[in-house]
Antibody, heavy 117, light 107 residues
Framework: EVQLVESGGGLVQPGGSLRLSCAASGFTVSSSDMTWVRQAPGKGLEWVSLVYAGGTTYYADSMKGRFSISRDNSKNTLYLQMNSLRAEDTAVYYC???????????WGQGSLVTVSS | DIQVTQSPSSLSASVGDRVTITCRASQSISNYLNWYQQKPGKVPRLLIIAASSLQSGVPSRFSGSGSETDFTLTISSLQPEDFATYYCQQTYNIPRTFGQGTKVEIK
């Protein structure tokens, strides 16, 4: 059974850092295209970052230089390192696998990140 | 970036109604358009892949159509469990943009 379990969310001060983890089971992260999507309170879905199976990474413009996506193949886990956090980064962050047509077919349960002093 | 515009932003419908939601891309995206359903406090769920392919386990009352710039999600007979917010997403290129969502409410 495919499963994605997220951890690492929490409360952080503006300018601080946080790392989200997304532990996968039932498939291999390193062989899959993996993505992060976020949703601010009461708002819609916003694409954050992508790592292709081959290792190429991409970011939304507002996250470039602040966020970093990576994976640990030995742990079958995806990460999102978030630095220089701002209040507007407050959201639920979801990891997801991209399957056929690059559609997100499996999602993590979401991690709430709150940036506030 | 490719902009994806959904309409309407919300609608009220009754159980049994036929519901149509549209999504328009700012440039041609072939059929790289997916649809998701999200209920309050829940994780989004993939419904339709590549404009018209039903994801495994999704009821057949959901269907998708369209290509290039204009796409449609149709619910043939709305059920109580279908009241939710629906999002389209283009995966033609990066960034993978979402529509703003369509909230389907009970009339």
């Amino acid at each position: 059974e495919v499963q994605l379990v997220e951890s690492g969310g929490g409360l952080v001060q503006p300018g601080g850092s946080l790392r989200l983890s997304c532990a996968a089971s039932g498939f291999t992260v390193s062989s899959s295209d993996m993505t992060w999507v976020r949703q601010a309170p009461g708002k819609g879905l916003e694409w954050v970052s992508l790592v292709y199976a081959g290792g190429t990474t991409y970011y939304a413009d507002s996250m470039k230089g602040r966020f970093s996506i990576s994976r640990d193949n030995s742990k079958n886990t995806l990460y999102l390192q978030m630095n220089s956090l701002r209040a507007e980064d407050t959201a639920v962050y979801y990891c997801a696998r991209e399957g056929s047509g690059w559609a997100m077919d499996y999602w993590g349960q979401g991690s709430l990140v709150t940036v506030s002093s | 970036d490719i902009q994806v515009t959904q309409s309407p932003s919300s609608l009220s419908a009754s159980v049994g109604d036929r519901v149509t939601i549209t999504c328009r891309a700012s440039q041609s995206i072939s059929n790289y358009l997916n649809w998701y359903q999200q209920k309050p406090g829940k994780v989004p769920r993939l419904l339709i892949i590549a404009a018209s392919s039903l994801q495994s386990g999704v009821p057949s009352r959901f269907s998708g159509s369209g290509s290039e710039t204009d796409f449609t999600l149709t619910i043939s007979s709305l059920q109580p469990e279908d009241f939710a917010t629906y999002y389209c997403q283009q995966t033609y290129n990066i960034p993978r943009t979402f529509g703003q969502g369509t909230k389907v409410e009970i009339k």
